[in-house]
């Protein structure tokens, strides 16, 4: 077979076995189809599949047709982290400042402590830390994942549960936008590279520099020129981002930080979301799962996945019933916005790929974050969905 026909055999698999897997086993109330992907991407990776039948998995996922996955994988994630950048809106939480900022705050921090302290168990056993990373790199990072909330899925989650659109559901995109500023200022920090700190300060200033330019152009274009423009943006912003040390992926949440969602249609918007999540990013999840690596051992990695799944969710709960206890809020509510917002999936598993991709992890402690992120996504809706119908019963 050539390697266009083996490519497309690869695409049959990433969006036949997922779908068939989420329908036939109706999943949806405990692994949307979102997730599934995940864990179809995991079984089809090295660790599974090619340890299972080795000469297949080197068949299909040769090394020409893994390429041409990973390039649409790249612009997919890119994508993905440009409209969770543009639908960003921090107006209100500056309208309710100290309620988010408390609030926020305590989500971010308190999961990132527990987060890094996990990290230091992994430090005693060698195989978790990455060739070019520093200690306190891998700590952040490690503190970092745990303590992620994934925006966009957490919008996908609260529509299932239809919330989204009430009073609560707009409190917790209030907190969780908050959170999604300071995860890829701090992924910034860790990627900083002292013999590129020069070039990162002019990427820096030029950005700040083109983004006044940059808004003043979309302002004077018609609507319809506007996409085409932003996409230009996200290319260049993604490229000058690379070359600066810092990752296309942080050049691509920055380019749509600072577009105003309002210069876009909202149902565009919101279908744009749908049609990358259903038309390329399932190629990211098979992407993703290629990477895994079971090497130190299946219970350690499953160790250490339940581990850090324990200190993601124990710390987000734990969070959200001390900023209860602080604003006034009923036990019931502190719990249904703690579970909410320990949501990883996608964010979380973008912001790994880019620790593995600079070297910050190894593929071991990357396939322990990604179950983690499975793990987290999978818990949101069975453990909120019976608080809210108490909350409803009154």
Not at 77 to 92: H, K, N, T, Y
Not at 187 to 203: D, N, P, S
């Amino acid at each position: 077979m050539s390697s266009s026909e083996i490519f497309l055999v690869a695409l049959l698999i990433v969006f036949s076995l997922p779908y068939l897997v989420w329908r036939l086993g109706r999943t949806d109330h405990v692994a949307p189809l979102v997730v599934v992907q995940i864990l179809t991407g995991i079984v089809l990776g090295p660790g599974v599949l090619g340890a299972a039948f080795p000469e297949l998995h080197r068949f299909v996922f040769n090394a020409p047709v893994t390429q041409a996955l990973s390039g649409v994988a790249q612009w997919a994630v890119m994508l993905f982290v440009w409209i969770a950048g543009i639908e960003l809106d921090l107006r209100q939480a500056w309208a309710h400042r100290r309620e988010s900022g408390i609030t926020a705050g305590l989500a971010m921090g308190v999961p990132l402590l527990l987060g890094a302290a996990a990290a230091v168990v992994l430090l005693l056993t060698p195989g978790w830390i990455g060739p070019r990373a520093l200690p306190w790199q891998f700590l952040l990072g490690i503190g970092m994942a745990c303590a992620v909330t994934a925006l966009p899925i957490l919008i996908l989650l609260m529509e299932k549960l239809q919330i989204l659109r009430a009073p609560l559901g707009q409190r917790i995109l209030r907190y969780a936008s908050l959170d999604d500023i300071v995860i890829w200022a701090v992924l910034a920090i860790i990627l900083t590279e002292w013999a590129r700190v020069g070039r990162q300060i002019g990427f820096l200033a030029v950005f700040g520099l083109c983004t006044l330019f940059m808004r003043r152009l979309m302002r004077a274009v018609p609507p319809a020129d506007r996409w085409y423009l932003g996409l230009i943006w996200l290319a260049a912003c993604g490229l000058a981002a690379d070359w600066a040390g810092l990752h296309y992926m942080v050049g691509a949440f920055l380019a749509g930080a600072v577009m105003d969602a309002e210069w876009f249609d909202q149902a565009q918007l919101d279908q744009l979301r749908h049609h990358v999540l259903l038309v390329v990013m399932p190629v990211f999840f098979l992407s993703t799962g290629l990477r895994t690596e079971w090497q130190a051992g299946g219970l350690a990695v499953l160790g250490a996945a339940a581990l850090l799944l324990a200190v993601s969710v124990g710390g987000k709960l734990l969070a959200m019933r001390l900023a209860g206890r602080w604003l006034g809020w009923p036990r019931d509510e502190a719990r249904v916005i703690g579970w909410l917002l320990q949501t990883k999936a996608l964010i979380m598993i973008i912001f790994a790929n880019v620790l593995l991709d600079k070297a910050i992890i190894t593929s071991v402690t990357f396939t322990a974050l990604l179950l983690m992120a499975v793990g987290s996504t999978m818990l949101t809706v069975p453990m909120v969905t019976p608080t809210l119908a108490r909350w409803a019963r009154g």
